[in-house]
């Protein structure tokens, strides 16, 4: 059997010192608001980061540092997930 990891409690802090470990100050935001009560932020001195966890918040730097400044996806790329997919 394959090792699993998956987002559940025991994954926050580990999260939150991947985000240390890569240089990034990390803190909450009550002004953008969710159902947590607010966001967290990572942030360097040319990256800003808001989510609503901490692995959710890893997610989009892990996808900002794969993909770069163009991190969006074409129609295309769009169009063949959802029919893939079949979601958004």
Known sequence: MKPTLADAANTMVP???VLLH???LVSRDSS???HSGGS???EDSGHRF???D???LLGLVALYE???PDWQ???EQIDQFISEFGVP
């Open 15 to 17: 999260a939150y010192l």
């Open 22 to 24: 890569r240089g990034l």
């Open 32 to 34: 953008f608001m969710t």
């Open 40 to 42: 967290w932020v990572a």
């Open 50 to 52: 808001v989510a609503e």
């Open 54 to 56: 901490l692995v959710t």
């Open 66 to 68: 794969t993909r770069g």
């Open 73 to 75: 996806a074409s129609d």
